[in-house]
Every structure is written in C-alpha cells, then in structure tokens.
C-alpha cells in the first residue's frame, strides 16, 4: 500500500468536500483511478456491497479501503468517513443560538419540506431502476412493508429478514 | 416515555442497530428513528425531522452526523462515542466480511432473488419515514393557516419533481431554494402578525 498518510488524506478530503453516504464517490474515483490504486471493479463492488452491509450505505468506502489496501485500508476509511460528519456539531450549536429568529425557523422548515418531496422521488427511482425489473409484486412488497412498519413489535430487521424469503420464494427460478 | 438508560444500556442499543440494520439508508433510519423516538423517546417526532434538516448541511455521511447529534443529546460526549461505536463497528465489520465473501455469493440466483424481494420493501420502509417526518411540519403549518400549509404542500411537491425531471441537478440547491422560499414567507408572516420587529421600519407618517 501506499503511504497510508496519503491514503488517509485522499479519503478524509472526498468526505470532507461532499455529503450523503455516496458523495465522496466522484472525488475517490477521481484520486484512486489514475494512480492505479483502485480498479473500476473494485468500485462497482464496494459499492453493492455498501447496499447490502448493516449500517449506512457510506460504509462502502470501508468496503473500497479493505479492497485497495486490507485490513489498514479499511480502518483508515472507517475513520476518513466518520470524522467529518462532527461538523454537526458546529452547525448545531450555531442554530441554537439563532433558532428563534423567524427566518432561521422558516429556513429549517422548508430545508425539511425538501428533503422529503426529494426523498420520495428518490424512492421512486430506486424502485423503477431495479436491475431486475418491478411488477405487482414488488408493489405489494411495498405496501405490505409500509404496513409492517406501523406495527411498533415488529423488529425491522425482522422484515427485511422475511423480504428476502419472500424474495427467494417468489423469484427463483 | 422519557426512560433514562444506563450507559451500558445506551451502547448496546445502538450495537443492536449496528448489526440488524441491513437493508441501506432508509432502513438505517427507518430504525434509528424508531428506536429514538417511538421506543426511547429521547426526541420529539418534530425535533427528529429538524435534527435531520440540520444534518444535510453538515459533510459525510448523514447516518454518522445523526448518530453523533444523538449520542450527545442523551449522554454528552461519552454518548457520542457509545453511539458510534455501537452503530459502526459491527457494520463495518461486517462490511469487510461480506466484501471477503461477496465473490463467492454474488451471482448465485437464491441471493439475486432474495434481494429483488427485499428492494421494495426497503422503498416501502422508507415511504414511511418520509410521511412519518412530514406530519409534525404539516400539523403546524395547518396550524398556522390555510397559506401556510398550502406551502408547504407545494415545497415538497416542486422539489419533488424538479427532483424528478431534472436528473443531475445539484441537490444543495434544491434544498437552499425551497429553504430560502421558506424562510422569507416566515420572515414575512412575522413582521405582519408583528411578532417580530420589521427589518425595515416603516417611516413614522404624518397623521
């Protein structure tokens, strides 16, 4: 591997300039690529792989970092990708002290307002660009997860648990 | 609902969150959100949608940025670390066994199948928590009026579709947009109700 330092900084500056769990992609690609650090492949595959681990899809870069460069690959991702998000804090204690002025209310409000109508398209998206396709069943899925989800006893890992069994009962062929 | 939970307690809620959360994004969420307000009560329903508004201004990972504004509401900076941990060991440690793996499963058809089943029901998931952190801003701009709520019927619809319709539209700017539109009507609503001084006095007129 190279100079870990390097590395670290390559990660730590994707993450640092970007946000969502997928917006240090472009920079990484861009860094990684041309220095023969990284393959398209392995890109491709880390990022399934953030779909399917636990936790936020971010941790794809982890996933990136154990395939370029193992076990000190992955630590030093896992640390690029949790650093940054501390700025919260920042912004949070900013807020606190201008919460009350109209404006900054209003900000707040339509800033959520547009996170959810863009939420709910990207929902959307995610549905129709399937690789495999959607046909009834996959809207049934949907309405039936939107169902269980309103029963507070149901473990949500439970339902995706039973997602996949539906899944494998359904579309195995 | 306000249970106070021991620090041990507190790390092994989120390490149970760090290794069932399977499922991407929404589903992290979709549990986070639920373990903290439905189950913990550590925030309001309306306190969880504004963290969340404040978060998109801050870099990486929103999840992360979540956890930590948590960890600190319910214990400090010990919780901050507690939360962490809890949440990203496990999934990052899982990550690196499932990228050990993942040659050897990926195209086997059980696993393709699987995953065509659980895609929508992770879409469905995360409807629900789109609706669930709408409702306290609907409550309260209906609360407030007729124009108000309309508004914000017509934010999240635009955005919506400007979302939609224009593929590689930089989302900082949808979300300035609509939080500037936001802002001036608020901004307008107070100085007319006259709960908040004008920002330009009107000059004193003759009678």
């Given at each position: 591997m190279i100079n870990p330092f390097l590395y670290f900084w390559i990660f730590l500056k994707a993450s640092l300039f970007s946000s969502g769990g997928t917006g240090n992609l472009p920079s990484l690609h861009a860094d990684l690529i041309p220095a023969h650090l990284a393959t398209e492949t392995q890109f491709a595959e880390a990022l399934t792989i953030g779909q399917l681990?636990?936790?936020?899809?971010?941790l794809w870069s982890v996933s990136l970092g154990f395939l370029t460069g193992g076990w000190t690959g992955a630590i030093l991702a896992l640390l690029a990708v949790t650093?940054?998000?501390?700025?919260i804090l920042a912004v949070e204690r900013l807020y606190r002290r201008i919460e009350s002025h109209p404006a900054v209310e209003g900000f707040v409000r339509g800033l959520s307002l547009a996170i959810i109508g863009i939420s709910l398209v990207v929902m959307g998206k995610l549905l129709i660009g399937a690789s495999e396709g959607i046909d009834y069943r996959s809207l049934l899925l949907v309405l039936a997860a939107i169902g269980a989800g309103a029963?507070?006893?149901?473990?949500v890992f439970v339902i995706i648990a039973v997602a996949g069994v539906i899944g494998v009962i359904l579309y195995r062929n | 609902m306000n249970r106070p939970l021991s620090r041990g307690r507190f790390f092994l809620v989120w390490l149970m969150l760090g290794i069932q959360s399977f499922g991407g994004g929404s589903v992290v969420l979709a549990m986070i959100r639920r373990a903290a307000v439905e189950q913990y009560g550590w925030l309001t329903e309306a306190q969880f949608t504004r963290d969340w508004a404040l978060i998109?201004?801050?870099?990486?990972i929103n999840l992360i940025a979540l956890t930590i504004l948590l960890g600190r509401r319910v214990a400090g900076k010990a919780g901050v670390f507690l939360a962490l941990a809890g949440l990203l060991l496990p999934s990052a440690l899982i990550t690196v066994l499932i990228t050990l793996l993942y040659s050897h499963f990926a195209e086997r058809p059980e696993v393709r199948a699987a995953l065509r089943g659980i895609l929508p029901v992770t879409v469905g998931l995360g409807l629900r928590t789109s609706w669930q952190m709408a409702l306290p801003l609907l409550r309260e701009s209906s609360r407030e009026g007729r124009v108000s709520f309309l508004l914000s019927i017509l934010l999240i619809a635009g955005c919506g579709a400007i979302a939609a319709l224009w593929g590689r539209l930089p989302v900082v700017l949808l979300l300035c947009g609509s939080g500037l539109i936001a802002a001036l009507y608020n901004l307008y609503r107070a100085i007319r109700t006259g709960s908040h001084p004008p920002l330009f006095p009107p000059s004193v007129k003759a009678e």
């Amino acid at each position: 591997m190279i100079n870990p330092f390097l590395y670290f900084w390559i990660f730590l500056k994707a993450s640092l300039f970007s946000s969502g769990g997928t917006g240090n992609l472009p920079s990484l690609h861009a860094d990684l690529i041309p220095a023969h650090l990284a393959t398209e492949t392995q890109f491709a595959e880390a990022l399934t792989i953030g779909q399917l681990a636990p936790g936020p899809n971010g941790l794809w870069s982890v996933s990136l970092g154990f395939l370029t460069g193992g076990w000190t690959g992955a630590i030093l991702a896992l640390l690029a990708v949790t650093l940054p998000p501390f700025f919260i804090l920042a912004v949070e204690r900013l807020y606190r002290r201008i919460e009350s002025h109209p404006a900054v209310e209003g900000f707040v409000r339509g800033l959520s307002l547009a996170i959810i109508g863009i939420s709910l398209v990207v929902m959307g998206k995610l549905l129709i660009g399937a690789s495999e396709g959607i046909d009834y069943r996959s809207l049934l899925l949907v309405l039936a997860a939107i169902g269980a989800g309103a029963v507070r006893r149901i473990p949500v890992f439970v339902i995706i648990a039973v997602a996949g069994v539906i899944g494998v009962i359904l579309y195995r062929n | 609902m306000n249970r106070p939970l021991s620090r041990g307690r507190f790390f092994l809620v989120w390490l149970m969150l760090g290794i069932q959360s399977f499922g991407g994004g929404s589903v992290v969420l979709a549990m986070i959100r639920r373990a903290a307000v439905e189950q913990y009560g550590w925030l309001t329903e309306a306190q969880f949608t504004r963290d969340w508004a404040l978060i998109q201004v801050a870099p990486g990972i929103n999840l992360i940025a979540l956890t930590i504004l948590l960890g600190r509401r319910v214990a400090g900076k010990a919780g901050v670390f507690l939360a962490l941990a809890g949440l990203l060991l496990p999934s990052a440690l899982i990550t690196v066994l499932i990228t050990l793996l993942y040659s050897h499963f990926a195209e086997r058809p059980e696993v393709r199948a699987a995953l065509r089943g659980i895609l929508p029901v992770t879409v469905g998931l995360g409807l629900r928590t789109s609706w669930q952190m709408a409702l306290p801003l609907l409550r309260e701009s209906s609360r407030e009026g007729r124009v108000s709520f309309l508004l914000s019927i017509l934010l999240i619809a635009g955005c919506g579709a400007i979302a939609a319709l224009w593929g590689r539209l930089p989302v900082v700017l949808l979300l300035c947009g609509s939080g500037l539109i936001a802002a001036l009507y608020n901004l307008y609503r107070a100085i007319r109700t006259g709960s908040h001084p004008p920002l330009f006095p009107p000059s004193v007129k003759a009678e």
